[in-house]
């Protein structure tokens, strides 16, 4: 099934749903970072939600995720675009953990029960702010629910869900978030959480053979839904490039750029976000100490 990302509306207006498909982009991560299964599910979660985030924005611009948990996986930091592309990283790609009794990977001892999440938001225009609270789980999808639900002020529902195959290819990866808009009753309110409590988990519905279209309504439920965009533009897309690691270079002190002349007779630089490696020869060095000297 193609990544894509559907915008939609429900009850009259008073629900507003975005549901992705992200399973190409998931697969690009877990290649690009080597991720073990449990990495690649956690990143594969908030890559997602990072996506659904931004997707959820009215205006146009970037956001960066910071899940800072305690577990062992570390730090995983999602940059997503209101555009739709998204890149990220765990901090440790190669942590193993052993499935759980229900056969599944324990992803909120991983990322950690404890620690905190920062959402950074930057438009287009020029004004950024941060909010930021306490992880609800290390689940990250619950974390996002509360992140909307205390930050954001905005009752909603984040499900998030990356399907491992035995091989250890991505099955599937998606999720959506549905928001109660101001003006929604108890009764519509109560209607959601009951259908949303009720329903299966996304790869459950996924592997029961349900499209994205059919997943979203049935998790809203009887309400009927109105798509108001669909959209297969979303990419593991990173912004880094050869230019960019120059200019980072060319803030380093001249000692350290010299002991990289001297001592390694060259540089290589991988790029955090999408692991791509630059190579800088002793001479593209020279240059750089001459320019910045
Ligand atoms: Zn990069």
């Not at 997707?55 to 999602?78: D, E, H, Y």
């Not at 020869?281 to 020279?286: A, G, M, R, V």
Request: with cysteine; net charge negative; charged share 20%.
């Amino acid at each position: 099934m193609p990544d894509e990302i559907i915008k939609s509306t429900a009850g009259g207006g008073l629900i507003r749903a975005v549901a992705v498909m992200s399973t190409s982009v998931v697969g690009e991560a877990a290649r690009r970072h080597r991720t073990t299964p449990v990495a690649t599910v956690a990143l594969g979660r908030a890559l997602t939600g990072g996506l659904l985030l931004a997707a959820t924005q009215q205006k146009g611009g970037r956001l960066t995720m910071r899940i800072l948990g305690n577990g062992p996986l570390g730090a995983i930091i999602v940059d997503a675009a209101t555009a739709g592309d998204v890149r990220g990283y765990v901090q440790h790609p190669d942590i193993e953990v052993p499935v759980n009794e229900h056969g599944t990977f324990d992803i909120g001892q991983s990322v950690g029960r404890e620690g905190m999440l920062h959402v950074t938001y930057a438009f287009d225009y020029g004004t950024s702010y941060t909010s930021t609270v306490e992880l609800a789980s290390g689940e990250i999808g619950g974390d996002l629910t509360r992140f909307l639900a205390v930050s954001e002020q905005v009752p909603s529902a984040v499900m998030l869900g990356v399907y491992i195959e035995p091989d250890g290819s991505v099955g599937v990866a998606g999720g959506l978030i549905i928001s109660l808009m101001p003006g929604a009753g108890d009764e519509i309110a109560e209607r959601l959480e009951n259908s949303v409590a009720s329903c299966a988990t996304f790869t459950e519905m996924w592997r029961g053979g349900m499209n994205l279209e059919q997943i979203l309504s049935e998790v809203l439920g009887g309400f009927a839904v109105e798509i108001l965009d669909r959209s297969p533009n979303i990419t593991f897309h990173c912004r880094c490039s050869r230019e960019r690691i120059l200019g980072v270079l060319q803030t380093l002190p001249q000692e350290e750029l010299q002991t990289m002349i001297e001592e390694d007779h060259g540089a290589e630089v991988t790029c955090h976000f999408c692991a791509d490696q630059y190579t800088f020869s002793e001479p593209d060095l020279q240059e750089l100490l001459s320019i910045s000297a």
